[in-house]
Nanobody, 121 residues
């Protein structure tokens, strides 16, 4: 099977920074792309950033210019550097990967368990 494990969440004051990490482990043949989502209390889960295998990335409008997604393909890791944090960035951040478990299998979607990010005033 495949596991995604996030780390790096915590409590930070507005204007501060945090760096989230996620590592994918298990039976992995190739990773198509990796994403970060977040879910604020009472709201739906939303896409924050995505990065594909060649390093191209895209961001949700609320985080553009403040967040940076990066990837270590050799270690199946993805990072999210979050700067100039705002209270509205508070939520549970989830790592997501679309990957193949072997050469013949179609791409599948996997999720981490989430890590809490809280930004205080």
């Amino acid at each position: 099977q495949v596991q995604l494990v996030e780390s790096g969440g915590g409590l930070v004051q507005a204007g501060g920074s945090l760096k989230l990490s996620c590592v994918a482990s298990g039976s992995i043949f190739s990773v198509n792309f990796m994403r970060w989502y977040r879910q604020a209390p009472g709201k739906e889960r939303e896409l924050v950033a995505v990065i594909i295998s060649d390093g191209q990335s895209n961001y949700a409008d609320p985080v553009k210019g403040r967040f940076t997604i990066s990837r270590d393909n050799a270690r199946n890791k993805v990072y999210l550097q979050m700067n100039s944090l705002k209270p509205e960035d508070t939520g549970v951040y989830y790592c997501n990967a679309v990957l193949r478990m072997d050469r013949l299998s179609p791409p599948r979607n996997f999720w981490g368990q989430g890590t809490q990010v809280t930004v205080s005033l």
